[in-house]
């Protein structure tokens, strides 16, 4: 089955510059890649997402990118702020209709003021 | 703003014992979830359910069982809790891709 695997655990990054979170992917069928923010205890939140038929999609501050060859697909936040400090996940799933979401361990991000 | 409602926020009982979480969505998706997050903060999805029928089930142990009365509402029951059951249980709902989760539920089992 899929395996998603998230390379950062944590990162710290000073206020005003860029984070990159890096996940990769096992299954060449996953085609719809989200990411989730999760604020301490709180549930998960959508932030974006990136299908497999486009290799870039930005909303505001948040750039994702899918390299399908490599497997490979990144979170770019840039600008960062303060509020921007969460565990951030990304997944991985088959196209619409398939229920299960194969998610990373999870990116614990520090902004530093 | 939420939309997933999850009761109770926390529970602490004791091994053996069952225990019982709410789940209920106002956003009118016909799909509900489970997942299970560790100490780790690793998701596991457990169940989903889309218009009150069972369309994934992963493997939990048999203790864990689902039960939806209508496609708002999607209920966890857990017979005699184990310790490694501890952990934080979030259920979801979804239209097609995007998941709306709730705030979760913390067990602690002692």
């Known amino acids: 089955g899929e395996k998603v695997e998230q390379h950062e655990s944590t990162l710290s990054v000073r206020e005003g510059d860029s984070a990159v979170i890096n996940c990769t992917y096992t299954d060449t069928a996953s085609s719809y890649f989200p990411w989730y923010k999760q604020e301490a205890g709180k549930g998960l939140h959508f932030v974006i997402d990136i299908r497999s038929n486009v290799d870039r999609k930005q909303s505001q501050r948040l750039i994702v990118l899918l390299d399908k060859k490599a497997k490979r697909f990144s979170l770019h936040i840039t600008a960062t702020q303060p509020e921007d400090s969460a565990i951030y996940f990304c997944?991985?799933?088959?196209?619409?209709?398939?229920?299960?979401?194969?998610f990373g361990a999870g990116t614990r991000l520090k902004v530093i003021a | 703003e939420t939309a997933v409602f999850q009761t109770p926020n926390y529970h602490v009982t004791q091994v053996g014992n069952e225990v019982s979480f709410n789940c209920k969505q106002t956003?009118?998706?016909?799909?509900m979830y489970w997942y299970k997050q560790d100490s780790k903060k690793l998701l596991k999805i457990m169940f989903s359910y889309n218009n009150k029928q069972l369309i994934v089930n992963e493997t939990v142990p048999r203790r864990f069982s689902p039960q939806s009365s209508d496609k708002a509402h999607l209920n966890l029951r857990i017979k005699s809790v184990e310790p490694e059951d501890s952990a934080v249980y979030l259920c979801a709902s979804s239209p097609q891709n995007t998941l709306y989760f709730g705030a979760g539920t913390r067990l602690s089992v002692l």
């Open positions: 997944a991985a799933s088959l196209n619409t209709g398939n229920y299960k979401y194969v």
């Open positions: 956003l009118g998706h016909d799909t």
